[in-house]
């Protein structure tokens, strides 16, 4: 069974930065996209960034573009979101999100495989 395990969560106050880390256990790394998703209180889950081994292009949602970076480590089955810069508007739990095949999409629905979340808070 497939399993995503996120760390790296935490309070840090604004301008800071926090590294996430996504680690897959029974998943193929030559064949598949990883997204991470946010929710805040009150709001719907939305990709913040999505990665995949057949786009060299990541994608970022734009509030985040310059400030965050997604990466991979294949030979550990990691995937990785460097997040600087960061604002009280990033607060949220962060979810990474797997999916089989060679794209990448924003729409949480299309990903089979979630992470069960971590908390990002951003003091100002």
């Known amino acids: 069974e497939v399993q995503l395990t996120e760390s790296g969560g935490g309070l840090v106050q604004a301008g800071g930065s926090l590294r996430l880390s996504c680690a897959a256990s029974e998943f193929s790394f030559d064949n598949y996209a990883i997204a991470w998703f946010r929710q805040a209180p009150g709001k719907k889950r939305e990709a913040v960034s999505c990665?995949?081994?057949?786009?060299?292009?990541?994608y970022y949602d734009d509030p985040v573009k310059g400030r965050f970076t997604i990466s991979s480590d294949n030979a550990k089955n990691t995937v990785y979101l460097q997040m600087n810069s960061l604002k009280p508007e990033d607060t949220a739990v962060y979810y990474c999100?797997?999916?089989?095949?060679?794209?990448?999409?924003?729409?949480?629905?299309?990903?089979?495989?979630w992470g069960q979340g971590t908390q990002v808070t951003v003091s100002s």
């Open positions: 999100a797997g999916r089989s095949g060679l794209y990448w999409y924003t729409e949480a629905a299309e990903y089979d495989y």
């Open positions: 990665i995949s081994t057949r786009d060299d292009t990541p």
